[in-house]
Nanobody, 120 residues
Framework: QVQLVESGGGLVQAGGSLRLSCAASGRTASNFHMGWFRQGPGKEREFVAQIRRSDGSTYYLDSVKGRFTISKDNAKNTVSLQMNSLKPEDTAVYYC?????????????WGQGTQVTVSS
């Protein structure tokens, strides 16, 4: 079992920045690739970014490329999402996810989510 706890959400004006963090714990937490999803109001949950455990390769949703950066600290079992140039459409609950398979992705564990609100 892996537990994921997100932090760092909040309210920010358009054009601003936020940094989300996710701490993974559990006996096998270090074996997983990590990622982020989000779910905006009235929308389906969507993929945002993921990072590979072994070499740090990344993959992003097209609409966040160049604005968001996912990173990880294997020693601490944490993953972060640096979000710059935020837009109102980035408003969502952001979820940390642990993947047991990179491609096709298999999402095994989810955090409880953290709210990000971007005001115009």
């Amino acid at each position: 079992q892996v537990q994921l706890v997100e932090s760092g959400g909040g309210l920010v004006q358009a054009g601003g920045s936020l940094r989300l963090s996710c701490a993974a714990s559990g006996r096998t937490a270090s074996n997983f690739h990590m990622g982020w999803f989000r779910q905006g109001p009235g929308k389906e949950r969507e993929f945002v970014a993921q990072i590979r455990r072994s070499d740090g390769s990344t993959y992003y949703l097209d609409s966040v490329k160049g604005r968001f950066t996912i990173s990880k600290d294997n020693a601490k079992n944490t993953v972060s999402l640096q979000m710059n140039s935020l837009k109102p459409e980035d408003t969502a609950v952001y979820y940390c996810v642990a993947l047991s398979r990179w491609w096709p992705p298999q999402y095994d564990y989810w955090g409880q989510g953290t709210q990000v609100t971007v005001s115009s």
